[in-house]
């Protein structure tokens, strides 16, 4: 059985580490969890006991982070930042299901909106994301710039 909750503590964040793509940095979860804006939903195998924390409690097996994004003249949408769910639990619906409840929380605070960005190779990716009723917007371009971090990571 899958659960899905909110990620609250630092403990929690870093418990799901194994589902990003590298370790988890306490400063980094800190403030993300600091920022009401923005939100960490796991999802937890209840019938899994997660061996990195000595057993006892689920283990993580997926995640989804948005980020709430307001402009003047639009209001706030959320944008989903990441998704990821372990491979042993794939082709379950656990990223929909993740998807689902990232757009009830937007719908539960107000936001008029959802949006994703995601390669036109990642066909995993829009599948899940048109399951849980998203749309593409074929004339899209995302052009990035990159720097080193203030703290040098």
């Given at each position: 059985m899958i659960?899905?909750?909110?990620?609250?503590?630092?403990?929690?964040?870093?418990?799901?580490?194994?589902?990003?793509?590298?370790?988890?940095?306490?400063?980094?979860?800190?403030?993300?969890?600091?920022?009401?804006?923005?939100?960490?939903?796991?999802?937890?195998?209840?019938d899994e006991e997660d061996e990195d924390d000595g057993g006892g409690s689920p283990k993580p097996v997926g995640f989804v982070s948005g980020?709430?994004?307001?402009?003047?003249?639009?209001?706030?949408?959320m944008f989903l930042y990441e998704l990821a769910v372990d491979p042993a639990h794939h082709r379950r619906g656990i990223g929909r299901a993740l998807v689902a409840a990232l757009a009830e929380l937007a719908r539960e605070r107000g936001l008029y909106g959802m949006w994703v960005l995601t390669d036109r190779g990642n066909p995993?990716?829009?599948?899940?994301?048109?399951?849980?009723?998203?749309?593409?917007?074929?004339?899209?371009?995302?052009?990035?710039w990159t720097w080193p971090a203030a703290d040098g990571s």
């Open positions: 659960r899905i909750s909110r990620a609250g503590t630092v403990a929690e964040v870093v418990a799901a580490e194994g589902l990003y793509d590298g370790p988890a940095r306490k400063d980094a979860a800190e403030r993300f969890l600091a920022s009401d804006d923005h939100h960490l939903l796991l999802a937890h195998d209840e980020v709430e994004v307001t402009h003047p003249d639009k209001g706030t949408e995993a990716a829009l599948a899940t994301y048109r399951s849980a009723g998203a749309e593409a917007e074929e004339d899209c371009v995302m052009l990035t």
